[in-house]
């Protein structure tokens, strides 16, 4: 016992020394944005990374380091955007989530592999849990292996079947943007009430990717909370990484910066990350049974459908609509959280070569959507580990809505 306490000690003691300390950064917050401000925004949003969703009526946050606080602010200023400091320091909120997360591990260290909702579990925690299903339920849960990153993490994912011939295929995958830690709960949620319930396994097979991109997921853990991209070299040495969400084969490029520190940066060319290929061929692998697609992000309280290129209404729109509501309305029913509806491009901004508009444009799934969790924490993207559990608990229902109506309709 004493061994193993000194070596999650040495663990931890080595964690704090390299982790990033964000000491100085800030975050800042704007007043809800106005239909005039928001190209200004959509640009800015190329160069600083901006969290949530800004939009029309909404605020926009925006983390900001001590040397871009001066240049944000002047640009707020110039576009007569009024804001506030809501965090003047985020050192010492990374650091508290960073020990309490440690604690956490430390605690369970000694416990059963199991899927667990009071904190946030490792990637390989959870390649682990879902190896483990896939050899207690041979019959029903298969692993995939859809690509290794560059720092070698493998992309693993679960398909959970009855093995009926013929049925449709459903797909969710989760933490494609490395920092977005509450959204693999929401995964592995989906896999424990598919593997405990035959009915559900009878409606459809089951395609569930609790971590899209283990490298970044992995990174945020170790080094950096906020990381969001993949962790692939680029020519500028002290920009690595692709937002993966923009290096899909659909509209790839159209109107993407080509700056390589940009948290928006699409790769070299599209399916350049080996993530996103293994994904994207994949889907449209099973693009023949594939009738629902989810990509599962944070945050925003939305859920949003394609495209993100255009505010134009695609062919079933109306479909998409009433079949985002029905999950609206099956997570509002559990607490009263309110989730919006809306078109990509409208409700969150315009973005090209995301997934669910290649899944969507390419592998012409017909009800296709990316889901904005609801935030936490000090500003968003860290919500506590004590509100695991609750957004797991209202999602789900949401989940089971969506599919019910798309797999009756």
């Not at 560059?150 to 398909?159: A, D, F, Q, S, Y």
């Not at 693009?287 to 394609?306: F, K, N, R, T």
Request: include cysteine; charged fraction near 20%; glycine fraction near 8%.
């Amino acid at each position: 016992m004493r061994s193993l306490f000194s070596i999650v000690l040495l663990m931890v003691l080595g964690s704090a020394l390299a982790y990033k300390s964000y000491s100085g950064y800030q975050v800042l917050k704007s007043a809800p944005l106005t239909a005039a401000s928001m190209p200004y925004i959509n640009r800015l949003s190329k160069h600083f990374d901006f969290w949530g969703t800004p939009g029309v009526g909404r605020p926009a946050t925006v983390m900001v380091s001590p040397e871009q606080a001066p240049l944000v602010v002047a640009a707020f200023n110039r576009m007569r955007i009024s804001h506030e400091v809501l965090i003047p320091d985020l050192g010492p909120e990374v650091e508290r989530e960073r020990l309490e997360r440690e604690a956490l591990e430390v605690a369970h260290s000694m416990k059963p592999r199991e899927a667990v909702y009071d904190r946030y579990m490792s990637c390989q925690e959870i390649h682990h849990y879902m190896r483990d299903l896939s050899a207690a339920y041979p019959e029903i849960a298969t692993g995939i292996i859809f690509a290794n990153g560059t720092e070698g993490h493998k992309v693993k994912g679960i398909k959970i079947s009855n093995g009926n011939v013929g049925q449709k295929a459903l797909w969710f995958d989760c933490a494609i943007h490395a920092r977005e830690w509450i959204t693999p709960p929401v995964c592995l949620r989906i896999i424990d009430e598919v593997i405990a319930d035959p009915a559900l396994r009878d409606l459809a097979d089951w395609y569930i990717l609790p971590v899209a991109n283990p490298d970044g997921y992995n990174y945020s853990i170790t080094t950096d909370r906020f990381w969001r991209k993949t962790r692939s070299p680029n020519p500028d040495p002290d920009c690595p990484g692709t937002d993966p969400n923009r290096n899909f084969d659909f509209l790839w490029d159209a109107g993407n910066p080509t700056d390589y520190c940009s948290e928006v940066y699409p790769g070299t060319n599209a399916f350049s990350e080996p993530e996103v290929s293994g994904i994207g061929n994949f889907i449209l692998d099973i693009a023949d049974s594939l009738v629902l697609y989810v990509a599962i992000h944070s945050y925003g309280e939305q859920i949003l459908y394609p495209y993100g290129h255009t505010v134009e209404p695609v062919p079933n729109v109306d479909q998409l609509i009433a079949a985002g509501t029905a999950s609206a309305d099956a997570i509002a029913a559990v607490a009263g959280t309110t989730y919006t509806v809306e078109n990509s491009a409208s409700g969150l901004y315009f973005t090209y070569g995301a997934s669910d508009d290649f899944a969507y444009g390419r592998g012409a799934v017909q009800y296709a959507y990316t889901f904005e969790l609801s935030g936490g924490g000090s500003a968003g993207f860290d919500p506590p580990a004590s509100l695991i559990q609750p957004v797991v608990d209202e999602v789900w229902p949401g989940i089971k809505a969506l599919v019910d109506y798309v797999l009756a309709n």
